[in-house]
């Protein structure tokens, strides 16, 4: 069983006893959030596709913790010009721990 959530956004699939890195939530670690913004839920076989969400879906999560992903170095140059600049990103996100998927 599976099935496809947007969070913040972006879509995930996800299934039962994984963990996925969502963007940063405003939720303390150790606490559940219930995911309403299921996309589409596949049970063995029987796939139900909502338009655009699934009516009564929802998907539970515990959040694991939070952090923040490796550095990103960006940059900008101009030849001949003696011109360089760089710069780095460093992105909040949140690990979710799925906890089971209903509907």
Same mark, same amino acid.
């Given at each position: 069983m599976y099935a496809v959530v $947007?969070?913040?956004?972006f879509q995930y699939k996800v299934a039962p006893g994984e963990t996925?890195?969502?963007? *940063? %939530? $405003? =939720?303390? $670690?150790? /606490?559940?959030v219930t995911l309403d913004q299921v996309l589409m839920v596949n049970d063995g076989g +029987?796939? *139900?596709? !909502? /338009?655009?969400?699934v009516e009564g879906a929802?998907?539970?999560?515990?959040?694991? /913790? =939070? !952090? #923040? /992903?490796? +550095? %990103? #170095?960006? !940059? *900008?140059?101009? #030849? #001949? +010009?003696?011109? *360089?600049r760089t710069w780095g990103h460093r992105q909040h996100f949140t690990e979710l721990k799925i906890g089971s998927i209903s509907g």
């Open positions: $947007e969070v913040a956004g996925v890195q969502v963007p *940063r %939530l $405003e =939720h303390g $670690e150790g /606490s559940s +029987k796939v *139900r596709v !909502g /338009s655009p969400t929802t998907v539970s999560a515990e959040i694991v /913790s =939070h !952090g #923040r /992903s490796s +550095k %990103l #170095r960006a !940059g *900008r140059f101009m #030849r #001949r +010009k003696d011109y *360089r």
